[in-house]
């Protein structure tokens, strides 16, 4: 049986359907070649002039700076009835991630137990922590100060008292604190 409802001009436009559906890919590609090429130059840190490794475990961090031997910490949220005049509840840390200010700072993330996110916004930085993977971020710290973050990653019960404290300080300062 012969259908008598087909339309007899449905192939009318196929030459502006293959243009308008060619054209748009072709020019994506011309857009994302260059793109994903920019984004691997820039992934990669250059130069570091310290290496620090960092660990999310929950519900605290510990920090190996690699380029020096034995210099290694965990670091903790102070306890609202430790905290000085002056100390922000919830962000204050036992040991702060120290680093030299004006350098080249590489870090290598993983976590030990399930997923963090180490994130510092006055530095730009958010990079997240899985376990068995080691993520790299690069950042520069141009004047001193302590900058104050928190992990952004759903990781628990206690995952709101994970805070994290950046010490930027000069590079002679910070050799004197590595000895």
């Known amino acids: 049986m012969v259908n008598k409802h087909v339309n007899r001009y449905i192939?009318?436009?196929?030459?502006?359907?293959t243009v308008w559906?060619?054209?748009p890919a072709l020019i994506l590609l011309v857009l994302a070649l260059p793109s994903l090429r920019i984004l691997y130059i820039t992934d990669e840190v250059s130069q570091p002039s310290i290496t620090v490794k960092t660990i999310g475990h929950q519900w605290y961090w510990s920090y190996e700076y690699t380029d020096f031997m034995n210099v290694e910490m965990d670091s903790y949220m102070?306890?609202?009835s430790d905290l000085l005049p002056g100390d922000y509840r919830l962000l204050e840390v036992d040991n702060r991630m120290v680093v030299p200010m004006q350098l080249e700072i590489r870090m290598l993330i993983t976590a030990a137990d399930v997923i963090h996110s180490w994130?510092?916004?006055a530095l730009g930085?958010?990079?997240?922590?899985?376990?068995g993977r080691l993520n790299q971020i690069g950042f520069t710290t141009t004047q001193p100060g302590i900058f104050y973050g928190?992990?952004?990653e759903i990781c628990g019960a206690n995952h709101s008292f994970m805070p994290i404290a950046v010490e930027a300080i000069n590079t002679k300062s910070f050799m004197n604190w590595v000895s």
């Open 11 to 17: 192939m009318e436009a196929q030459t502006i359907e």
């Open 21 to 23: 559906t060619i054209l």
């Open 78 to 80: 102070t306890p609202t």
């Open 119 to 121: 994130t510092v916004p």
């Open 125 to 131: 930085v958010k990079v997240d922590a899985v376990p």
């Open 150 to 152: 928190q992990c952004s």
